[in-house]
């Protein structure tokens, strides 16, 4: 963390309305100004500072006052005062309520508290705000805030330091008629800001600027739009303008405009005025709004999206329907996601807490429907045979339980669902595959794809209802993850009609190539043991054919491996389990690092896989006085435990194995 360091502070006797030096009927001043410099990591600070006040005494214990009233015990003020700082020079008028979060400053503390000292809080938007050390003393500022005298503060001047012409002096009371009479005028004139010069106008934040720039919203729901802007400065006025000309009456910080027209190509801005000058924002239209409708979409032509026997189509670009960009801001809640296909079969939330949002995780070019672990969107009379489903989702996290993307809840309740990284399908005959591939698995968390099935169980493809996201109407195996887009078609479509379907949706939603080999390649399972994808329960296989395991472990599993994360096995109950069977012969390739048996500096024998039926269990482990790779063979009696002809030695750290199994 940087460290902020304050240099050279000072006190300036400046009041404004009539501050006086000594006299006996005169008025205390109600401000001071304060001015200072302040350096982070030893350069002078430039830009917008936060600063905090507080008078306390010379312990500081107890405090007097603060620039908000409260501060105690010396204690931090919970509200800042801002202030611009230029090559670390920065200056504040104490006590002067005009400024934001100053309170005004009672002369009584000063007469009542001879041990006043100044204490600093600065922040510069980075850090946080840090105590300015030393606090400062007022002691030396050469003025008086009571009337009357200005006694000497005990132990600021011992008397043996002055002699008897100063002491007399100093003791002497002032009156008015000591002081001539342009002293007089001049003491009792009040400081306006006319005759202050533009820097100091400057410093103090006193003249007209632009602090935030204009901001629009477009709300749907009522059509009107609202415009923000910040100014700062003192004695602040607005006029809004439309196209360079006032707008009738608005003159706040916020333009309201009910009944907004988008597509006017008009232009709002704001000018900021006071009496020392002006400043004019930057124009915005209304077109460029958050809410606003974006352009028109590029529909897709009949080739890319076939519409003979289209019954449903869901597009999360276009939530109304209505043939335009919706350009939502994230969070935003659908009630209803309006079908395209003309079928009017909308999917539909009525109860807020269960309404999935848009969010743009995937960038503002793809919008999807999230769908957080309680939202689901219904289509209650659905009432049509599907032949062919087209999906473009993704799924979030690490999750081992049935997460629903889409289920007919009456009759046998056909479904497609997601458990791990697997997508398969429950009583539609068929499982469903991703990317225009033969796989079923997940290419990666939170990563979109296009999922295509069509069920070879014609008795199950009949939908009365349909709900998104979850089990029933009432929830259950809810969705994490989004949805992006859903076509269903009561007919199968062609090859050909297919794959540029699936094409088309991998363009449009920006789907990449997978760089991970496929099933084509005899690539059977692909686990990496990373914490992104593998969770306390689930192997993800990274080879696209959802062939993942169980995992039982206890303990924090996640070591570091030869190339990013591996697991660490603990020798009791750690376990990968409910492993995928192997038809044929194959190939494991593995790193394996044992740990020693501390009493004889040896690897532990331990089983690295267990293939097989209780009753003819084949195992390869590691192990024994020699460091070798034993297979063992389970008979009747015991386990039999023969060297293997391709035997390796033993060596500490990491060993790549590769194993062919029978």
């Known amino acids: 963390m940087s460290r902020i360091y304050s240099l050279l502070p000072c006190l300036a006797a400046l009041a404004l309305g009539g501050f006086c030096l000594f006299g006996p009927s005169l008025q205390a001043a109600p401000v001071i100004n304060y001015a200072g410099q302040v350096a982070v990591d030893g350069d002078p600070f430039d830009g917008q500072?936060?600063?905090?006040?507080?008078?306390?005494?010379?312990?500081?214990?107890?405090?007097?006052?603060?620039?908000?009233?409260?501060?105690?015990g010396g204690s931090e003020p919970q509200t800042a005062v801002g202030a611009q700082v230029n090559g670390g020079l920065y200056s504040l008028l104490l006590g002067n309520t005009a400024i934001q979060n100053m309170a005004a400053l009672d002369p009584s503390v000063f007469q009542a508290h001879p041990d006043v000292h100044l204490r600093v809080w600065f922040s510069d938007g980075v850090n946080g705000f840090q105590h300015l050390a030393p606090d400062r003393p007022f002691a030396s500022v050469p003025y008086a805030f009571s009337a009357g005298s200005a006694p000497i503060q005990a132990g600021?001047?011992?008397?043996?330091?002055?002699?008897?012409?100063?002491?007399?002096?100093?003791?002497?009371?002032?009156?008015?008629?000591?002081?001539?009479?342009?002293?007089?005028?001049?003491?009792?004139?009040s400081v306006t800001l006319d005759k202050l010069s533009p820097d100091?106008?400057?410093?103090?934040?006193?003249?007209?600027?632009?602090?935030?720039?204009?901001?629009?919203?477009?709300?749907?729901?009522?059509g009107s739009a609202q415009i923000e802007v910040t100014g700062r400065g003192h004695n602040l006025s607005y006029q809004w303008l439309k196209d360079g000309q006032p707008v009738n009456g608005a003159t706040a910080p916020v333009l309201q405009i009910a009944g907004a027209v988008l597509d006017d190509n008009a232009t709002y801005a704001v000018r900021i005025t006071n009496s020392l000058g002006e400043a004019t924002s930057q124009a915005v239209t209304l077109q460029n709004a958050v809410g606003a409708p974006g352009p028109?979409?590029?529909?897709?032509?009949?080739?890319?999206?076939?519409?003979?026997?289209?019954?449903?189509?869901?597009?999360?670009?276009?939530?109304?329907?209505?043939?335009?960009?919706?350009?939502?801001?994230?969070?935003?809640?659908?009630?209803?996601?309006?079908d395209k296909s003309g079928n009017d079969r909308n999917a539909t939330q009525d109860s807020l807490v269960n309404r999935p949002y848009v969010d743009n995780f995937f960038g503002n070019d793809n919008p999807t429907l999230r769908f957080a672990g309680s939202q689901l969107l219904v289509t209650p009379d659905a009432n049509v045979s599907v032949a062919e489903f087209y999906m473009v989702f993704s799924a979030t996290g690490v999750n081992q339980q049935y997460m629903n993307l889409l289920i007919s809840s009456v009759g046998t309740k056909p479904r497609i669902r997601i458990k791990g990284n697997q997508v398969n399908q429950y009583n539609l005959g068929r499982n469903p595959t991703l990317n225009g591939t033969d796989r079923i698995g997940l290419e990666a968390y939170d990563q979109i794809h296009v999922l295509k099935l069509f069920p070879t169980s014609t008795s199950n493809t009949y939908f009365e209802d349909m709900i998104l996201g979850a089990t029933s109407e009432t929830g259950g195996e809810f969705l994490t993850g989004s949805i992006s887009e859903v076509i269903l078609y009561d007919r199968r479509l062609d090859d050909n009609e297919s794959a540029n379907l699936i094409n088309h949706l991998k363009s449009k939603w920006s789907i990449q190539p997978s760089s991970e080999p496929n099933s084509a390649d005899d690539l059977f399972l692909h686990w990496k043991f990373e914490p992104e994808t593998d969770?306390?329960?689930?192997?993800?296989?990274?080879?696209?054919?959802?062939?993942?395991?169980?995992?039982?472990?206890?303990?924090?599993?996640?070591?570091?491996?030869?190339?990013?994360?591996?697991?660490?096995?603990?020798?009791?109950?750690?376990?990968?389990?409910?492993?995928?069977?192997?038809?044929?012969?194959?190939?494991?390739?593995?790193?394996?690092?044992?740990?020693?048996d501390p009493n004889t500096g040896l690897p532990p024998d331990m089983a690295?896989?267990?293939?097989?039926?209780?009753?003819?269990?084949?195992?390869?482990?590691?192990?024994?006085?020699?460091?070798?790779?034993l297979t063992a063979y389970e008979n009747a009696a015991n386990y039999q435990e023969v060297l293997a002809a391709n035997a390796v030695g033993f060596k500490p750290g990491w060993n790549h194995l590769v194993i062919v199994i029978p």
């Open 608 to 629: 690295i896989l267990t293939l097989g039926s209780h009753s003819g269990t084949r195992r390869i482990s590691w192990g024994g006085a020699e460091g070798a790779l």
């Open 156 to 189: 600021s001047i011992t008397l043996d330091k002055l002699g008897p012409d100063v002491l007399a002096d100093l003791n002497r009371t002032i009156a008015r008629g000591d002081l001539p009479a342009d002293v007089l005028d001049d003491l009792n004139a």
């Open 535 to 596: 969770s306390y329960s689930g192997m993800f296989d990274h080879s696209g054919n959802a062939r993942g395991a169980v995992v039982s472990i206890d303990h924090n599993r996640f070591v570091d491996g030869v190339d990013g994360k591996a697991f660490h096995f603990d020798g009791a109950n750690d376990s990968l389990h409910s492993l995928p069977s192997l038809n044929s012969s194959s190939t494991l390739s593995l790193w394996l690092n044992p740990e020693l």
């Open 296 to 338: 028109p979409l590029a529909e897709a032509n009949a080739t890319e999206v076939p519409r003979a026997g289209l019954v449903l189509w869901l597009d999360a670009k276009d939530l109304d329907a209505d043939g335009i960009a919706d350009n939502l801001p994230d969070g935003t809640q659908i009630q209803t996601w309006a």
């Open 49 to 72: 500072g936060q600063f905090k006040f507080a008078l306390v005494n010379a312990d500081g214990n107890q405090t007097y006052w603060s620039n908000d009233g409260t501060s105690s």
């Open 200 to 222: 100091v106008l400057a410093a103090l934040q006193i003249l007209p600027s632009v602090s935030t720039q204009p901001f629009a919203r477009y709300d749907r729901n009522t």
